[in-house]
Antibody
Framework: EVQLVESGGGLVKPGGSLRLSCAAS????????MSWVRQAPGKGLEWIGR??????????DYAAPVKGRFTISRDDSKNTLYLQMNSLKTEDTALYYC???????????????WGQGTLVTVSS | DIQMTQSPSSLSASVGDRVTITCRAS??????LNWYQQKAGKAPKLLIY???SLQSGVPSTFSGSGSGTDFTLTISSLQPEDFATYYC?????????FGQGTKLEIK
């Protein structure tokens, strides 16, 4: 059974930093592309970035609102995905989900499995 | 960035009804369109990928269609467990973007 368990959320002041973790099990994590998606309270879903598998280069892509402030990384030896968040703003307050990003051949990608999310609150 | 617009934003329907939700992309995205269901307090769940392919384990009452810029999600006969919020999402190019959501409520 695939499991994704996020942790590390909490209350942080504007300008502060936080590191989220996502522990994965039930699949070959090292081969997986992984994404982070967030959801502000009462709002919709927002993709914030992804990391490819090391065999596909291990490179990252980010959405504009977080580029330069957030960093996605992975430790395949620990089956863990990370999201380092710096220079946090009040608008970063959200529930942060990690997801698996599955390639569908020539038919795009889909977020097949999701964690339960970890809440980040940025407030003074 | 590709903008995704869903309609309606909310919808009231009864058990047994046939329901259709529409998603429009700001540019052609071929069939690179996914649909998710999110129940209150839960993570989203993939229903349909590549516009019309049913994810494993999803009831056949759900179906998707469309290509280019216009897409639909249809629930052929609403069940009590289908009342939730539905999101479309394009995977044509990053940044991946979602529609604003359609909240399906019980009439």
């Amino acid at each position: 059974e695939v499991q994704l368990v996020e942790s590390g959320g909490g209350l942080v002041k504007p300008g502060g930093s936080l590191r989220l973790s996502c522990a994965a099990s039930g699949f070959t994590f090292s081969k997986a592309w992984m994404s982070w998606v967030r959801q502000a309270p009462g709002k919709g879903l927002e993709w914030i970035g992804r990391i490819r598998s090391k065999s596909d280069g291990g490179t990252t892509d980010y959405a504009a609102p977080v580029k330069g402030r957030f960093t996605i990384s992975r430790d395949d030896s620990k089956n863990t995905l990370y999201l380092q968040m710096n220079s946090l703003k009040t608008e970063d307050t959200a529930l942060y989900y990690c997801t698996t990003e599955r390639e569908r051949g020539f038919r795009g990608y889909s977020f097949d499995y999701w964690g339960q999310g970890t809440l980040v609150t940025v407030s003074s | 960035d590709i903008q995704m617009t869903q309609s309606p934003s909310s919808l009231s329907a009864s058990v047994g009804d046939r329901v259709t939700i529409t998603c429009r992309a700001s540019q052609s995205i071929s069939s690179y369109l996914n649909w998710y269901q999110q129940k209150a307090g839960k993570a989203p769940k993939l229903l349909i990928y590549a516009a019309s392919s049913l994810q494993s384990g999803v009831p056949s009452t759900f179906s998707g269609s469309g290509s280019g810029t216009d897409f639909t999600l249809t629930i052929s006969s609403l069940q009590p467990e289908d009342f939730a919020t539905y999101y479309c999402q394009q995977s044509y190019s990053t940044p991946y973007t979602f529609g604003q959501g359609t909240k399906l409520e019980i009439k």
